[in-house]
């Protein structure tokens, strides 16, 4: 398999605005080859090492550091931009940032200092997080110690970018059963990566597994998880957005899939008594309807990016909860309206936009794959809790 070195010559983005433009460049880069990467599940080096040299893989890396510490809002809308051109492309750095936020939040001055300066220089950050084989959500991979040495031992699943990654942020428990993250070299020796990812959506985020075998650890590596979340941090909200996002922008990018194919080879109905398939009128109200969830969906991603920027500013109980409560709306209606424009597009260009040539079902597969990352009937319960009871979202990283 092959192995990530760092790009060389990697760019330092020193503001939102560039982060944007950024974005918006690559993805026009992107999308091209988005199509034939999924089919054929090609797994995109050439393109992550452009994302990472781009320098969009630093801008939350904080000032005092030398990155742009852009906002929550630009960020979601960076993934998003992504997210329309290739959602796989723009899943795998997920993880990445929410490790990044880890250690501002709970990370010393010195973890920050080097892991932020590593990110700066093109460093990605995988993730060995989740774990299968029981249903008790216990984390089972354990943090040991061995006279003076610390060693990793466990088996990780939906470890997304850790193919491509050049260190593995791996969630372990430690002898006092307390979860810790630690930053592992993706090269330590015992340290297995296995593409073994075969979903139907999201086919080349590298969401393999990673196996742990008697791995040794420095303590400098060892970054305090738990105790992130027995006190209001925005780590969970955080998580979240870039998830919305995500749904956000393949939802944007079916819909813009959906637009020239109607105008191009879609046939109106017949009884509708009109040449063009674009002046079907229910045709026309269709793709109304999805331009206003889509629109309605963004509108809260940025609610919420406003609401996650206040509580990284000040991370009180009311800001963390008001951010985790803005993010759950974000999510229910991200969910809804990117996977009713991966269908629609379907239902509005009729039985010639299924053809395999065109792999237009990338988007639904896409969309469908990552919505169910978590249940969105619970962010609508968290909603319901605190508007029905006051009762705030519980503090992890799935609200």
């Not at 990812?197 to 738990?226: H, K, L, N």
Request: charged content about 20%.
């Amino acid at each position: 398999m092959k192995t990530a070195s760092p790009p060389q010559g990697v760019h330092v983005i020193a503001s939102d605005a560039e982060a944007i433009e950024a974005a918006r460049r690559l993805a026009a880069a992107f999308a091209p080859g988005a199509s034939d990467r999924d089919r054929d599940r090609r797994l995109p080096w050439q393109q992550l090492d452009a994302f990472t040299a781009s320098g969009l893989w630093g801008i939350t890396v904080p000032r005092e550091h030398g990155g742009a510490a852009v906002s929550a809002v630009t960020l979601a809308r960076v993934i998003a931009i992504v997210a329309a051109a290739d959602g796989s492309l723009a899943q795998i750095p997920q993880n990445h940032f929410y490790a990044l936020e880890v250690l501002r939040s709970g990370g010393s001055p010195e973890q920050r200092a080097f892991f932020d300066g590593l990110a700066l220089s093109g460093h990605r950050f995988g993730n060995a997080l989740a774990e299968i084989g029981a249903r008790d959500f216990q984390r089972r991979t354990r943090l040991l110690r061995q006279g003076d040495r610390l060693l990793v031992q466990g088996d990780k699943f939906y470890c997304t970018g850790a193919i491509y990654a050049h260190w593995i942020p791996t969630l372990v428990v430690d002898e006092d059963d307390r979860q810790q993250l630690v930053f592992i070299p993706r090269e330590a020796p015992g340290v297995t990566v296995t593409d073994d990812w075969d979903g139907f959506g999201q086919r080349t985020t590298g969401s393999g597994s990673v196996a742990f075998r008697q791995v040794e650890v420095r303590p400098e590596w060892v970054v305090p998880f738990q105790s992130s979340f027995e006190r209001p941090t925005p780590i969970g909200p955080l998580a979240q957005i870039m998830h919305a996002a995500i749904d956000l922008g393949i939802g944007q990018g079916a819909f813009a899939a959906t637009l020239p194919f109607i105008r191009d080879r879609a046939r109106p109905w017949i009884d509708a008594g009109v040449e063009p398939a674009a002046d079907d009128p229910l045709l026309v109200a269709g793709v109304g309807e999805v331009s206003v969830r889509l629109r309605a969906a963004e509108a809260l991603v940025d609610r919420a990016g406003r609401a996650v920027d206040e509580a990284i500013a000040d991370p009180t109980e009311f800001t963390v909860a008001q951010a985790s409560l803005a993010v759950a709306a974000a999510r229910a209606l991200t969910t809804t309206a990117g996977l009713l424009a991966a269908s629609k597009l379907f239902e509005l260009t009729g039985t010639s936009a299924t053809f395999a040539e065109d792999n237009l079902d990338r988007h639904w597969r896409n969309v469908r794959t990552h919505t169910l990352h978590d249940p969105v009937r619970w962010k609508y319960h968290a909603i319901g809790n605190h508007s029905l009871n006051g009762v705030n979202p519980p503090r992890h990283g799935a609200i």
